[in-house]
Structure formats: C-alpha cells, structure tokens
C-alpha cells in the first residue's frame, strides 16, 4: 500500500493546475507519494500539458465533465494508501506543507483529517473551516443575507467569528480544497457521495465522518496559498446557483430528514426552493433589458 495519492480533479485551469504540479514536484511528499490529475473533459488542453510536461502524474482524462465528487472518487479508487491528500489545482503548496500534515495525522490517531492554512496570493489569511450549515444559515446565502444577520449566533457558530484561523483545533468542515483524509476513515465511511456533484460534498463528509466518531482538524503549522475559486468562477451565476440548490438538496434530504422531524423538514424545504426559485428568476431576468424595460412600463399608472 502506498503511504500517500495526491488526487487533483482539474477543470479548464490549465496553468494553474502546471503551477500546482510544479510545486508538488518540489515540495511534495517525495518518492513515496503518487500523484494523480483526474481532468473532466477540459478544453484548454489540460490533460496534453499533463502528459506532456507532467509524465510521472498519474493522468485520468474523461470524456466529459462528471463534476467533483465522481471525478474525486476516480482519484481516490485509483490506489489504496494510508493517506489522501486532496488539492485544487489552484493550490501551490509550499515547503514542508505535505510533511507537516502527515506528521500531525500520525500523531493523532483519532483525526480522519486535517486541514492547512490556507492564504491568498497577497498572504491574506483564508476562512477555510466553517460549522455544519443549518437550513437557517443556507436561506440566508440563498438569500444573500448573511451579513444582514451577521451577528446572530447561528451565523456566528457557521463562521466561526470567534476564531482567526490562527491556531490549532477541531473543526466541523474545511474546504476540499487542501485536505488530508486518513484511508482507514475513508473505507469506513464511503467516499463522496455523488448526489452533491460540486457543492455540499466536502461537507456531507465531513459530517460523517463526525458522526462516525472521527476528529477533523486545522493546523496552521501548514500553510499554502488559494487562487481562491479558480473553476467555479468559470460557471456561469445561474448554473453555479442550480448546482449549489441541487447540492443543498440532497445533503437536506440526506441529514436533516430524520433530525427535522416532518413539519420542520418539509417547513424548510419550501422556503429554500421558494429563495431558490426567487434567486433564479432574478439571475434570469438580470440580462434582459427589454423585460426590465416593459415591466417598468407595466407598473406605471
């Protein structure tokens, strides 16, 4: 069994995904490590470059877009290790990152993860870890009120505004971004489930692997830097809101069903497909000029 698989999933961030590839070749985990790029049907000559500049990299090429959480578990079924290293290809790891992770999974035996720090190019701190959400919280998004009750303790308790990033503790859900699972914990929990093809599937793991009795953790002790949002600022706003509705969904359905009881499940269910429903009309209509144009026509007198 390998000790560590470094598993990308790419999508038409080519240059980005050469410059993580690189840092990896320098600071990665060494001989021992294997790293593998699955890359979901990109247009931008991703897999060539991965080939062609890359060949120690384990190259999975699709041929179409099967999303994150498949694309993650390809990766992930690849090869059995001791541990997995997720990464966005618009991550640069930096020395001694990868080592300091290993170590602190080693020397915790009931942590089935840990995150790094994680720093923006300018070497901003990054909000990275976050509480479960509760349907309360995701209305808000839905919304984009967060900020209107940023002081309220459910807002609080997701953000976690009480905590800069800057110290070692558990936490509830860090970005998939950069994060190091433990294989045993993965094998007794499953892997991504793939009814949340892009959102929501970092955090219906983490949730159980919480529920399984497993630790998750956030170290500053590694650090590497996030071109924050590289891939899904290439979706467009309406498809990005109906993955995330879609993602949501199916966590809700997943988590909340038994925990709700029904009145407060279904409750929840209509006001989020109504906020969803209103978010969508709004991105829908935002281009239309002509429709602006008659229904200010139809609300004069």
């Known amino acids: 069994m390998l000790s560590l698989t470094i598993c990308l999933v790419n999508w038409n ?14 600071h990665g985990a060494g001989p021992d490590a294997r790293v593998i790029v699955v890359d979901n049907a990109s247009s931008d000559g991703s897999a060539e470059m991965v ?7 384990t190259l999975i090429a699709n041929s179409e877009n099967r999303g994150y959480a498949a694309a993650s578990n390809q990766a992930l079924n690849e090869a059995a290790a001791e541990f997995h290293l997720l990464l966005n290809p618009d991550v640069i790891v930096t020395p001694g990152a990868v080592p300091a992770l290993l170590h602190f999974l080693r020397e915790h035996p009931q942590a089935a993860a840990v995150a790094p720090q994680l720093r923006y190019p300018d070497g901003r701190v990054q909000a990275s870890c976050r509480g479960f959400p509760s349907p309360w919280v995701v209305l808000l998004q839905m919304l984009d ?3 209107r009750f940023a002081r309220s303790r459910s807002v609080r308790e997701y953000r976690l505004d009480n905590w800069g990033h800057d110290r070692e503790r558990q936490v509830d859900q860090p970005m998939a971004s950069a994060l190091l699972l433990r294989g045993r914990a993965l094998r007794e929990v499953g892997l991504f489930d793939e009814g949340c093809p892009i959102f929501f599937n970092d955090v219906d793991l983490c949730y159980r692997l919480r529920q399984a009795g497993w630790e998750i953790w956030f170290t500053p002790s590694a650090q590497m830097i996030h071109h924050a949002g590289s891939a899904i600022a290439l979706l467009a706003p309406r498809e990005r809101l109906e993955r995330w509705y879609q993602g949501w969904a199916h966590y809700h ?17 209509v006001l989020l497909a109504c906020a969803f429903a209103a978010q969508w009309l709004r991105i829908t209509l935002r281009p239309g000029d002509r429709i602006r144009r008659l229904l200010r026509r139809l609300r004069r007198p």
């Open 13 to 26: 961030t080519r240059e980005l995904l050469a410059q993580c590839l690189t840092a990896l070749r320098e």
């Open 51 to 57: 080939r062609e500049c890359f060949p120690e990299v």
């Open 145 to 147: 009120w967060t900020e």
């Open 253 to 269: 359905r997943k988590h909340f069903r038994r925990r709700a009881g029904f009145f407060g499940f279904w409750a929840a269910r």
